[in-house]
């Protein structure tokens, strides 16, 4: 889930650490950490560091990962468009899941 909102807020160009945290406030600064990490690791994501004070680190989509941000703009765009039904299920699931004897 956090790199499809991670790549969905790289796709207007590349973006500081803090302005992705801001774009995505659910995440917490170590999962968004792993997650641009895993990111660069794989190829998708690039990692810029400019030497000042403080340093200026900023994270881009690649040539490889560009490609990505079709599919997962639209999978992201139906996640926000459905999250009130995606909120009912989860409700409904979670609610059944307590009434149910263990497994």
Known sequence: MWSVLVVMTLKDGPRRFS???????????RVLTLTLRGLERDGPVSRKVTPSIPPRVDYDMTGVG???????????????????????????FFASAKQSPAR
């Open 66 to 92: 560009r490609p990505l941000q079709t599919p997962v703009l639209g999978l992201g765009n139906w996640a926000i468009e459905n999250r009130p039904q995606i909120d009912a299920a989860r409700a409904a």
């Open 19 to 29: 302005e992705i945290r801001r774009a995505i406030p659910e995440v917490s600064q």
